[in-house]
């Protein structure tokens, strides 16, 4: 009898021990989450273990050098070598997926341009976002202002090395603002953005209280996109059917205290401007046509202006592509500008690419002439190199 229950003692004492590893396992609990970290095409993403923040750090540099040839020969050509940008940037959302942040930085000496006489403007954005809804966004800070396609699309994202004559005359650029932005997706999809922002750039220029007033409507009558290709020049996507964005923008800038609006030299005294912004992207199979048309007008002032920095004046832009599924994109741009007193600028240029991963590591050489009335422009011949690396 003893012996029969010290077996059976045995017996259970054996099945406790076995199971003994279950039941450990079943007290302790589950293994939390954690951060992740990775790297894909939107940069050294770290997200937090309850995916509330999400943080995506990018950066790159552009290597360009240009070789100008100008007219006569007492001309003499010269080499531009330089790190043309390099930019550092953060952006996300925290705590919430609908906050979103953003910061980006310069430092490059071109990038630097744009601050007050004598000090450097490193900071490029610097914003707040908040998604109410999934059609309606608002922002708040230091950003680019709702204007013409080609230059609300990033700089590297681009098919030639610099944006065009139109753009650079008569670009909105960048501005401490607020901005709602509504959004509708569907079979003709379309969007509306409104802003108010300061009227003086990226660093303070007067101490009046002008301010600017932004505004922009886009639509897609063909149907959307695929993914991101609306926001990168090319057809990356290579659309299988026609794909159309057309957009207008209107800026009026009251009082303004730099010649161009948000760019530019530094006035004696201020003056309004008001500037109509059309632009077109169509994207089939491989080929895309980028058209952008710009007006913009000013108030008189009781100061004399310099030839060359009176603003008014009318430009268009033409640019085709075609990109191979190899990775080759040649390409050809036209621009045109006609500025009061009689000034005129004109660029034709030829420009090819070639995509290693996509805008984030490229190589483009372009080759083109500039012509027109100084001081707006010189008759020369330009060549281009220009190498984009970034993640």
Same mark, same amino acid.
Request: avoid cysteine; glycine fraction near 10%; hydrophobic fraction near 40%.
């Given at each position: ?30 293994a939390a ?47 531009d070598?330089?790190?043309?940008? =390099?930019r &550092?940037?953060?952006?996300g959302?925290? %705590?919430?997926?609908?906050? !979103?942040?953003?910061? /980006? #930085? *310069? @430092? ?6 744009g ?5 450097? =403007?490193? &900071? ?5 976002? %908040?998604?109410?809804?999934? !059609?309606?966004?608002? /922002? #708040? *800070? @230091?950003g680019?202002?709702?204007?013409n396609?080609?230059?609300t699309i990033?700089s590297?994202? &681009?098919?030639?090395a ?9 670009a ?16 003709i ?58 957009g ?14 948000q ?20 994207k089939?199979r ?12 000013a108030e ?17 832009l ?9 990775g080759?994109?040649p ?29 984030r590591?490229k ?25 984009e690396?970034?993640?």
């Open positions: 009898m003893n012996v029969s229950r010290l077996a059976a003692s045995g017996a259970l004492a054996a099945v406790a021990l076995l199971a003994s590893p279950g039941i450990l396992a079943a007290q302790q609990p589950a989450p954690h951060q992740t970290v990775d790297v894909t095409g939107d940069g050294i993403t770290v997200t937090s273990a309850d995916s509330t923040t999400r943080l995506a750090f990018r950066f790159r540099a552009q290597l360009l050098a240009t070789l100008a040839v100008p007219d006569g020969d007492d001309n003499e050509a010269s080499l070598a330089q790190v043309r940008r =390099a &550092l940037r953060l952006r959302s925290l %705590w919430d997926p609908r906050l !979103e942040v953003s910061i /980006q #930085a *310069g @430092l490059s000496s071109r990038d630097m341009s601050g007050n006489p004598g000090s450097a =403007a490193i &900071l490029a954005d610097a914003y707040v976002a %908040w998604q109410q809804t999934p !059609e309606l966004r608002f /922002q #708040a *800070g @230091l680019t202002l709702p204007g396609r080609q230059r990033s590297g994202s &681009l098919q030639f610099e944006r065009g004559l139109v753009s650079n005359t008569f909105l650029d960048r501005d401490i603002h607020v901005m709602a932005t509504w959004k509708r997706d569907g079979r999809p379309w969007s509306w953005s409104a802003a108010v922002s300061t009227g003086e750039g990226r660093a303070s220029a007067g101490p009046d209280l002008g301010l600017a007033y932004t505004t922009r409507i886009e639509f897609n009558p063909l149907g959307a996109f695929t993914g991101r290709n609306a926001d990168v020049e090319g057809d990356h996507a290579r659309e299988t059917s026609p794909r159309l964005l057309a207008v923008a209107f800026s009026h800038n009251d009082r303004a205290w730099r010649s161009r609006g760019l530019g030299d530094l006035l004696d005294e201020p003056r309004s401007l008001t500037t109509v912004l059309v632009d077109a992207t169509m089939y491989g080929w895309s046509v980028y058209l952008e048309g710009a007006h913009r007008d008189r002032t009781s100061l004399p202006v310099d030839p060359g920095d009176d603003p008014r004046g009318i430009g268009g033409l640019q085709v592509g075609y990109l191979t599924r190899a080759w994109e390409s050809l741009r036209l621009a045109r500008i006609e500025m009061e007193d009689d000034l005129n600028a004109n660029q034709a240029s030829l420009n090819l690419v070639r995509y290693l991963k996509g805008h590591i190589y483009t050489i372009e080759g083109g002439r500039e012509w027109g009335r100084a001081p707006l422009t010189q008759d020369r011949w330009l060549v281009r190199t220009n190498l690396v970034g993640i």
